[in-house]
């Protein structure tokens, strides 16, 4: 976990999440904290991830999420380097750990 990250709004934030129980909370609460871009942006982020382990090339995920190939290297390296954040989830994704309607 990133020293960085971490503060009292950030910690407010992730329990406010996790306190989240169906999509459609998480909808209105993202919709009501975030703008759309920014909810997009974090969607499109995801999916990069999950293209990117699957093995697309940079130039087909451009295609197909229209992100630049900076944020296509940006989750390529958190991938590699990070904090395994996006392989928790893919996987969890993967085997149908997702949250209901």
């Known amino acids: 976990m990133s020293r960085n990250l971490k503060d009292k709004f950030t910690e407010q934030l992730f329990e406010a999440i996790l306190l989240l129980q ?21 969607g ?11 093995g697309f090339t940079y130039d087909h995920i451009v295609e197909e999420t229209g992100v630049s190939t ?6 390529k390296r958190s991938l590699e380097y990070g904090e395994d954040g996006y392989n928790l989830i893919l996987a969890r994704l993967e085997a149908g750990n997702n949250l209901t309607e």
């Open 70 to 75: 900076a944020t296509i290297s940006r989750v």
């Open 22 to 42: 169906n999509k459609a909370e998480c909808y209105d609460f993202f919709q009501d904290i975030a703008t759309i871009g920014e909810i997009k942006a974090l």
């Open 44 to 54: 499109q982020r995801l999916e990069v991830a999950r293209m990117l382990k699957a």
